[in-house]
């Protein structure tokens, strides 16, 4: 049988390979090898450890970007990828050349990818790709620019500088050169994975979306009594600030906080906090929960709208952000502002009952429009794309 590469490259967190996960499971169930190149190897291990595939480290970009000064507010998915180096030929090429030397290590029938560009653009040409995602990974490929999503922010560099630098990386690879930034994803099929409400892009598609790789869960009864349940980083220097004020309020909670040593995980605690040493299965935490404090990955902002559960957005970057202001004009969530504090937020959601019900009345419709197969759909995808896969 044959060897497949999943391939994971920007952004963080566990939602990437979370999609990637039920495909490679099946198509394993059928005998091929998936192989694994993730950004972040130690940091997604809890998840892949009893999976029984090989995981190597993905080249990405490392470095902080020289043109940006202060933080990094992205304005369309162009600036992503000049963040990540991509304005800078030689840079590129040396991303490009790592993905192609791992593509003739594994010397796959096809690559199946998520928020991968530079392996999508190390594809083209060689071998088939699947390029799978949220609606935010996956941009619309027809059009000459990736949309504006922030027009607030202040463009990393100019389109045809980008596109310039691709185009020459392109040539010294002796490999196809797109005429736009977005030609780099046209060669990949394309799967959206993503209920159509959660879609950022919606406006500007020529595809319909799957719906999620792994089905959600279904809607859930109200819990008896009021309880939290949040997933933070702790990187995220006001996390602890805000469980703590979350604790402050009474109302019980429970979190999971994704690299939180051994003094963090003390102190919350010793403030009435249940805490997680691994990721909470859902399926456990949500039925309890009445309300999920994320910072607005589309993996768990899924499942807490497929159980009905209101939820309080922290967004990080733009992708969340996004996400936050979708979920806020369904008036299913609240998001963190300077405005008010965490704590009368979770009151707020706690004590009304209009997110709750709104919350219900999304989770069945979500529930009325499934059952959701996108896994499937996207195996019988990769089995028509891979001509090689024996």
């Not at 999609?19 to 892949?48: C, K, M, Q, S, Y």
């Not at 030929?89 to 928020?115: C, F, Q, S, T, Y």
């Not at 490999?175 to 030609?183: E, I, K, T, Y």
Request: charged share 20%.
């Amino acid at each position: 049988m044959s060897k497949i590469l999943f391939g994971w490259e920007l952004g963080g967190g566990h939602g990437h390979v979370r999609t990637l996960l039920p495909i490679a499971r099946e198509l394993a169930a059928r005998g091929h090898t998936p192989v694994f190149a993730v950004r972040n190897v130690p940091d997604v291990w809890p998840v892949l450890r009893r999976e029984g595939f090989a995981v190597l480290a993905a080249p990405f970009w490392h470095r902080r970007n020289a043109r940006v000064r202060g933080a990094f507010h992205a304005r369309s998915f162009e600036d992503l990828l000049s963040f990540h180096g991509w304005g800078e030929p030689d840079e590129l090429e040396a991303l490009l050349r790592a993905w192609d030397a791992l593509i003739d290590l594994v010397h796959p029938a096809g690559v199946v990818l998520d928020h991968a560009p530079a392996l999508c653009l190390a594809a083209m040409g060689r071998v088939p790709s699947v390029q799978v995602g949220t609606g935010f990974s996956v941009p619309p490929a027809h059009l000459p620019e990736f949309p504006v999503m922030d027009p607030n922010a202040e463009p990393v560099m100019a389109a045809r500088d980008l596109v310039a630098s691709i185009q020459e990386v392109q040539r010294r690879r002796h490999q196809a050169v797109p005429d736009a930034v977005p030609g780099i994803f046209r060669a990949a099929t394309r799967c959206l994975t993503i209920l159509p409400e959660l879609d950022p892009y919606a406006g500007n598609r020529t595809e319909k979306p799957m719906g999620p790789a792994d089905a959600p869960p279904a809607p859930l009864a109200p819990p008896r009594a009021p309880r939290w349940f949040a997933y933070m980083t702790a990187e995220q220097e006001s996390a602890e600030k805000m469980l703590l004020e979350f604790a402050g309020t009474g109302i019980p909670g429970e979190a999971y906080v994704r690299g939180a040593g051994p003094a963090l995980r003390e102190r919350m605690l010793d403030a009435g906090i249940d805490i997680h040493d691994q990721p909470a299965p859902m399926h456990e935490v949500l039925p309890r929960a009445s309300v999920v404090v994320h910072n607005g990955g589309i993996g768990l902002t899924t499942a807490a709208l497929g159980a009905g559960r209101p939820q309080i957005l922290v967004p990080q970057h733009l992708e969340q952000r996004l996400t936050a202001g979708l979920l806020v004009k369904m008036g299913v969530a609240l998001s963190v502002t300077d405005r008010e504090s965490p704590g009368s937020l979770l009151r707020r959601l706690v004590k009304g009952t209009l997110y709750m019900m709104e919350a219900q009345d999304r989770a069945e419709s979500v529930r009325k429009r499934g059952p959701w197969e996108a896994g499937r759909r996207i195996v019988e995808a990769i089995s028509g794309e891979f001509p090689d896969l024996t």
